[in-house]
């Protein structure tokens, strides 16, 4: 298992040793946002796995620290770059994967299974083409694989909780209905990805996958968090014109300050967020189809929002993801 420690990393080694499987997590030394967990930490946190530490970014780590000449039956990737930026797609989403991808070749690995994102369907930022070049080799490997392409977590829709609850409104973009999502848990996408070992119909398939219920919009969100806190609807329009003006400015700027080019990445990421639907991708059509978009497990918005609101976000944090 690589990606152990991510967000929905952990909840996969969970059901993994849940379900009875002899699992191997491979992560660093020091990780999660800002580096801020430790392995004591990490051994805590994937307790029931072996915890070997060593560098996913290099191959030779993976297989002198991670495989040790051992005999491995599939692995499971939940590598993802923690902020989109134009290095860090390229160094995670494609070369440590594809590390990892040899690293099961070596290991004799029958098996890979990919949690990969339902974006790269309309591919325009530089992790969503790291991605997709990976997902082409994964394909091309001759390895039994499946690729997972979620709609949205709910940690990634969960960053007004606070606000809303101290009485500030809710900020969206145009009128709130510029894109929906089916937003799924951690546990059950980890359910989801663990499927993929045992169902021989998720095997050499890409599968979008969303969590229970209707889309639900950036506003109907907003919506859902004012009737569960008990306060009256109280939102906050902003153009998403914005971003036009910054991405050029900031594109121009950073062909004379390089390190502005990170900058006009992050900005050309929101305007996405706020554009495009993480839904089924109707080719024929360039519409996307929530109908289309498959739906899976039990968990609900509905109970995640009431659940942080009662309980505060510990876990949910989004670190360099956060937009408010």
């Known amino acids: 298992m ?40 990490t051994q805590q946190q ?35 770059s923690r902020t989109g930026g134009i290095k860090d797609a390229w160094m995670i989403d494609y070369q440590a994967t594809h590390n990892a991808l040899e690293a099961a070749k070596a290991a004799g690995a029958g098996q890979f299974v990919l949690l990969s994102a339902i974006c790269v369907q309309k591919p325009m930022l530089e992790f969503q083409r790291a991605k997709l070049a990976f997902e082409k080799e994964l394909i091309e490997s001759g390895l039994t694989y499946s690729i997972v392409r979620p709609t949205a ?58 969590g229970p219920g209707k889309a639900i919009s950036a506003k109907e969100q907003g919506e859902l968090l004012f009737e569960l806190s008990g306060r009256e609807p109280k939102f906050k329009k902003v153009p998403i014109l914005m971003f036009d003006i910054i991405i050029p400015v900031l594109s121009a700027l950073s062909k004379i300050f390089p390190m502005l080019k990170d900058k006009a990445e992050f900005a050309r990421i929101g305007r996405y967020y706020t554009s495009e639907s993480m839904l089924v991708l109707n080719t024929v059509t360039g519409r996307y189809d929530a109908d289309a978009t498959p739906s899976y497990g039990s968990d609900t918005l509905r109970d995640f929002y009431a659940r942080v609101l009662k309980g505060g976000l510990a876990g949910q944090e989004l670190g360099a993801h956060s937009m408010f």
Do not use: H, W
Not at 6 to 22: D, H, P, T
Not at 176 to 185: M, Q, R
């Open 2 to 41: 690589v990606g152990a420690t991510g967000y929905i990393g952990k909840f996969v080694v969970r059901e993994l040793v849940a379900r009875g499987y002899q699992v191997v997590s491979f992560a660093r030394e020091r990780s999660g946002i800002d580096a801020a967990t430790t392995a004591e930490l």
């Open 46 to 80: 994937l307790q029931g796995s072996e915890v070997r530490f060593g560098d996913v970014c290099t191959l030779n780590s993976l297989l002198k620290d991670g495989i040790r000449g051992e005999r491995f039956d599939a692995v499971v990737s939940c590598l993802t």
């Open 153 to 210: 977590f709910f940690k990634s829709i969960a960053g007004q909780v606070e606000s809303v609850k101290k009485g500030k409104p809710y900020i969206m973009f145009g009128n709130g209905e510029l894109t929906s999502c089916k937003p799924i848990s951690e546990a059950d996408l980890a359910r989801f990805m663990a499927d993929c070992l045992e169902d021989a119909s998720k095997k050499n398939k890409i599968l979008p996958i969303g």
